[in-house]
C-alpha cells in the first residue's frame, strides 16, 4: 500500500523510504516544524520520501508531546493550555513545512493519538467501579460516584471546526478519583457502556491505558473522529498517518476510520496507514491485520527484537535466522520495518535499544533488501537526546542513499555462514546494483558472489569505505567482496550511477 500512496505523489515508481521525524527528546518550544522544513533538501538528497511526523495536535500543556492529547482540532492555532503553539510549533509552520516537504518528493504522514484525552477543563461526577491493575475484568468493591477529569469544553478554540463537547459518557475509564483522590483504574458506568471487547487480550482485556480512555463505540465520538480525520489530511497536504497505540482501540473502529478516510469522498483514497501494535508475536499482529476488513500496515516489532538480540549475542547470532518469523517474512507487504523508535530508545515504556554496533548491519537489512517498508529513526541519524544521549549511526546517510540509488532489481542471497551474510541485487534498467556484506564475526568477512559476467572486468569499491581495497569481476561474473569484522560493506562499481552523490571515502 505504501507503493500507491507515495507513486499518487511521486507519479513514478521509486525506493520508498520513511522517516519517523522526531525522538522522545527533540527539541521543542516551538522550533521543530521549522526543523523539518529546514531539513527536507538533506533528506531528499538521500532517499527518504515520506516523513512521519510526531502528533501535531495540542497537548494537555505547553510542552506536552501530543500523546497527552487535549485537542486534535488544535494544530497550534488557539490560545489553549498556555500557549497558541504546540510543543513542536504552530498551525502556520506546520502547514509550511509539510508543503515544502512535498515540494522536495517527500509526503508526511500525521501521528493519530485516539486512544485517550488528558488535560481536561473540569471535572465530572459520574458512576464507577474500581478495577484490578491486572485484570480490568475483575471488579473491586462497589459500584460508586466519583470526580473524573472528562469535561471537556475546549474554551480557547470554542466551536471552531467541532462544536463538539466532550463528557464521561463519551469514555470508557479514568485513572484518578478526585473526590477521594484516589489514583486507580476506574471503569464508567452507563447503558450498554463497558471495555472494548477486539482489543489485545492482555490484562484481561487492553482497553484502557491513560488518562480518559475514549469510547469508540459511542456514535458521536465515532463521528467525531471520522470527521477530524478527513479534515486533518486536507487540512495540512498530509498523505496518512501512524496511529498511536492501536491494540488499546477498537480494531473495528480503526478498521471504519480506515475505510472512511480513503472513501471517495475523501480525496485520499490511496492514504497510507501503520498502526503501532506492539506485541512480539507475528500471529497476533497478521490476526489484527486480517481483522481489520480492509489494508493496513503494522510496525515489525518482532523483527526489531531479533536486532536487539543479535546486538548483544555478537558471533554467537546465526545471522541466516534473523528474519525468521517476522512480520516481513510473513506479510511483507503490510510491514514497516525498524530499528529502533522513540518508544524503544534508552529510558522510555517500551526500551529496547539495538546495540550500536548492530545498527548499521540492522539498516542494511532493511534498506538494501526487497521487502517492507522501511522506517529510518530520527534518533539514529541526528543522535538521542535527555539523560541517556544516543550517537548518530555512523554512516547512516549513505546507507540510506545506497537504498535510493542501488537497492534495485533481482535479489539473489548467499546465506550459507552463521556470521556472515551475502545479497546481490542486480539493477535495472536505471540504476546500478550493488553487492551487500554483513559479518557478526569477530574475523573479515569473505563471500564468493556472482554479479554477472556483463559486470567483467568492472573494478568496484566499498561505498561507505569501511573496507580498502578494489574488486575485479572476473570473466565468469564472479568475485570475492569482503567486510570488516562485526561490520558490513555495500559494493559497487566505481563509476556506478550517482556515486559522486558520496562524500570521497
Known amino acids: 500500500m505504501a507503493h500507491h500512496a507515495n507513486e499518487e505523489h511521486w507519479g513514478r515508481p521509486t525506493n520508498f523510504t520513511m522517516m519517523q521525524f522526531f525522538e522522545w527528546y527533540a527539541e521543542g518550544k516551538g522550533v521543530h516544524w521549522k526543523k523539518y522544513a529546514s531539513e527536507t533538501d538533506r533528506l531528499a538528497s538521500m532517499g527518504i520520501t515520506a516523513c512521519w511526523i510526531p502528533p501535531p495536535t495540542k497537548g494537555s500543556s505547553v510542552d506536552g508531546t501530543g500523546y497527552d492529547i487535549y485537542d486534535i482540532w488544535d494544530l497550534g492555532e488557539f490560545d489553549q493550555k498556555g500557549a497558541q503553539r504546540t510543543n513542536w510549533g504552530t498551525k502556520e509552520e506546520l502547514l509550511a513545512a509539510i508543503k515544502t516537504a512535498a515540494d522536495k518528493g517527500i509526503v508526511t504522514y500525521i501521528d493519530a493519538v485516539m486512544n485517550h484525552k488528558a488535560g481536561a477543563d473540569d471535572k465530572e461526577e459520574f458512576l464507577a467501579i474500581m478495577v484490578d491493575q491486572n485484570n480490568r475484568k475483575k471488579e473491586i468493591g462497589e459500584m460508586h460516584n466519583i470526580e473524573g477529569w ?104 480503526i478498521g471504519d476510520f480506515v475505510k472512511k478516510i480513503r472513501s471517495q469522498e475523501s480525496g485520499r483514497t490511496k492514504a497510507f496507514c501503520v498502526g503501532e501494535f506492539w506485541k512480539d508475536s507475528t500471529d497476533t499482529l497478521i490476526a489484527y491485520l486480517d481483522g ?25 547470532y546465526d545471522l541466516r535466522k534473523i528474519f525468521d518469523d517476522t512480520l516481513v517474512q510473513r506479510r511483507p507487504i503490510d510491514a514497516v520495518t525498524l530499528v529502533d523508535n522513540h518508544d524503544t530508545q534508552v529510558g522510555q515504556s517500551l526500551q529496547r535499544w539495538v546495540p550500536s554496533w548492530f545498527k548499521p548491519l540492522a539498516y542494511a537489512l532493511i534498506l538494501l533488501r526487497v521487502d517492507g517498508y522501511p522506517c529510518v529513526f530520527y534518533g539514529d541519524l541526528y543522535g538521542c537526546g535527555g539523560e541517556n544521549p544516543q550517537e548518530p549511526v555512523n554512516q547512516l546517510e549513505d ?60 573494478k568496484w569499491t566499498d561505498v561507505l569505505g569501511w573496507h580498502q581495497g578494489e574488486v575485479t569481476i572476473g570473466e565468469d561474473g564472479w568475485a570475492d567482496f569482503s567486510c570488516p569484522a562485526e561490520s558490513l560493506s555495500i559494493w559497487a562499481k566505481v563509476d556506478a550511477k550517482g556515486r559522486e552523490e558520496f562524500k570521497k571515502q
Open 399 to 458: 546507507i540510506v542513499r545506497c537504498r535510493k540509488l542501488f537497492a534495485y532489481g533481482e535479489l539473489v542471497d548467499h546465506w550459507d555462514h552463521a556470521n556472515c551474510l551475502a545479497w546481490v541485487r542486480k539493477g535495472d534498467e536505471e540504476h546500478d546494483g550493488c553487492v551487500v556484506v554483513l559479518c557478526n564475526g569477530t574475523d573479515e568477512g569473505t563471500k564468493h558472489c556472482e554479479v554477472g559476467k556483463e559486470h567483467a572486468g568492472e
Open 150 to 253: 472528562t469535561k471537556f469544553t475546549f474554551p480557547g478554540r470554542g466551536d471552531k471546526h467541532s462544536p463538539m463537547k466532550w463528557n464521561f459518557n463519551h469514555f470508557t475509564g479514568v485513572d484518578y478519583d478526585a473526590k477521594t483522590e484516589t489514583t486507580a483504574i476506574f471503569r464508567i458506568q452507563g447503558d450498554g457502556k463497558s471495555w472494548a471487547s477486539d482489543v489485545d487480550k492482555e490484562n484481561g482485556g487492553y482497553d484502557y491505558l491513560m488518562f480518559a480512555d475514549v469510547d469508540h463505540s459511542h456514535p458521536d465520538v465515532a463521528q467525531e473522529y471520522f470527521n477530524w480525520g478527513n479534515w486533518i489530511l486536507k487540512e495540512t497536504g498530509a498523505h496518512g498517518f501512524r496511529f498511536d497505540a492501536v491494540k488499546h482501540i477498537s480494531q473495528q473502529f
Open 292 to 316: 481489520l476488513g480492509t489494508q493496513f500496515s503494522c510496525f515489525d516489532c518482532v523483527l526489531q527484537a531479533n536486532f536487539k538480540e543479535a546486538g548483544e549475542a555478537r558471533a554467537s
